[in-house]
């Protein structure tokens, strides 16, 4: 079970300067001395880490949402945001799980976690949430509109693991259990309502 | 057979502001109205289109490279760059294979194109190259030291369908080919070098 950050295959150096802050991405900048003794600038952007929050229910059925967001069309997902500035992981896990679907959980467990984009240093964070339970309303803000569509084990192996859908780095676990058994066994126990 | 860039799911739009312009990411921002009427500061990147290569030799193996660039660590990967101001994909494709491999295609065919992160306005077109022949030495700069890596056609979906290979985007073909027999034959026609 990944715990720490993935180690980027090319860290932004302690020298890097940042030569812009945006509202979501910063933008860093260094002289990088290369093979041949000449120097060039390199470029990386940070942005905040992200997490992805995937409840169980008490019957097996896995919580997806249906999600609009202005200037964007409609895409069924998982409930995912940006952490604050210095949020745990499993705390922004908590807080989006409540934000978004207004279920707090028993148990979160870190799936596996990953960084997409060679030149951005983000990290994604795949939160299991078991032993949830309605603890109130969503708490959207103006820019999300949400709607829960809770699917079935096998449902979800077949959107997960469709070229369309939006978590693409958690895709090839969802193709694998499509063809292997044994994968989709060991999936299968992963999102098991009755093992915490 | 995919020709035209893919349509982003939310673009950057017209009345966005560049506000930052990188080395190779600039970045936009614009005010967007929310669903309740109130505007917030949204944020888009953008950057190159990238290219990457996949030769095939007479015999049916097909060229990898292993790089190493400065900072980084080794990797195997494929023929790749980006694409220089109003480029043509193609004409792209044909340089980046004639600069890091030093070989020229008789025919060149878009297989896949993707953007892969919402938040960037970037896509990567995936060309097969075949009848190719070598006509001279790879013209590397300073930031670059590659070896090409040729494999054969079952080695390749090994090392593509691998969590660590570098083209995430294209690891669901070989992810598929690994255990679906009709997968894996389309696959091996796409690979042929005596079908142009």
Redesign the interface.
Known sequence: MPTERPRP??PI?PHAKK??A????D?Y?WE???????T????K?KRPDTVVVIPILSDGKIILIEEE?????M?TGMVSGRLEHAEDPQDGARRELREESGYEARSLTLWTACS??S??EWTIYFFIAKGITCVGNPEL?????ITLKPVTFEELIEIASH?DFIE??I??FF??A???PKKREELRRLFDPTTL
């Open positions: 295959a090319q150096p030569v812009f945006g509202v979501i991405f933008v900048q990088q001395e290369m093979f041949d003794g000449t060039k600038t390199f470029e952007l967001q202005p200037g964007k069309s895409r997409p984009v030149k951005i803000d103006g820019g999300e509109k070229p693409k780095d895709r090839h193709t694998e499509t063809y292997d």
